[in-house]
């Protein structure tokens, strides 16, 4: 570790085969925790380049252990977080109204890092237990629409990291590499992400792989569609610039969808929107979300992606793939 670190500290980058060897070690607990942190910190102070974060990434998914959903046409919704933003679970909500439209979601997620009400939180508050469990996870595809893959039982070699993220309270490289390694492999994915520079990453390595993808990022800093001002959406043929009008929705406040503070507030929001209860500022973000993500899947226009959203949360369907989720 100590030629990397001082390779790096002279501001040298690192071929792909050197970034998926280390983070293999890391996995393999090869390094000691101040090691780790040390390299941690480099990419706090410089970015990350293509080689490197491709590296990482095929690490974390040759170490993780796999979920076989090939028989699924499956989504994933996540966003890196690390955005400071403190919003209320916008993406695990809006894979529900996925769900709920009649859709296959292979959630990841994780306990939040960086703020402190990650999809992992709110769940787990609302009495679902987490497994790894493969029958298990299929029957939720099969009953629920949706399973969750919680990241700790998926990615164990990365329990050397976990300690040292949540003590440096501060977004790393992999708050990047999250949307990166769902351990399902799903063949469509929507992801949000906190900066141009992720996006431009994103884009470079999505559009070399299968999936049909989206890629978005809020002008603002949200690591989703917020509706608080434009939004850039990055996909296999487009890269544009859309507004809070591209749904026929106004722009709303950074207040209007906050987060509460807490995870029992948050859990509050989370079911009170999915049982049609939410202020018409939370509904509008998870509707404008979910929408895009249809249209993933149904490539579809925004408006009838729109209707399909809406009627998931109006039916009670989107409710009742969390209510079956938990029995599961």
Known sequence: MKEILDQLFEHQALSYAQAKEILIN???????????????????????TIDELAGFRDALLDLCIKVDLSDYNTIDLCGTGGDGKDTFNISTLTSFVVAGAGYKVSKHGNYGVSSGVGSSNVLEYLGYKFTNDQSKIKKAIDK?????????????????????RKELKAKTFFNILGPMVNPSFPQNQMVGVYSLEVARLYAYLYQKSDKYFAIIHNLDGYD??????????????????????????????????ASGGTVKKAAKIFVDILEGNG???????????????????NKKTIDESLE?????????????SLSSLIKI
Request: hydrophobic content about 45%; proline content about 4%.
């Open 26 to 48: 890391i996995g393999q607990g090869k390094y000691n925790q101040s090691q780790i942190a040390a390299f941690l910190t480099v990419y706090l102070m410089r970015s990350i």
């Open 144 to 164: 629920a629409g949706i399973c969750f893959l919680h990241a700790p039982l998926f990615h164990p070699a990365m329990k050397n990291v976990g300690p040292i």
């Open 224 to 257: 989703e569609v917020s509706l608080t001002t434009d939004f850039k959406r990055v996909t296999q043929s487009n890269d544009e610039i859309l507004s809070p009008g591209y749904f026929g929705f106004q722009k709303i406040s950074a207040q209007q969808i």
């Open 279 to 297: 202020t018409e500022a939370q509904k509008n973000v998870v509707l404008a979300n979910a929408a895009l993500a249809i249209q993933i899947m």
């Open 308 to 320: 399909e959203a809406k009627e998931s949360i109006k039916s009670g369907k989107a409710h009742k």
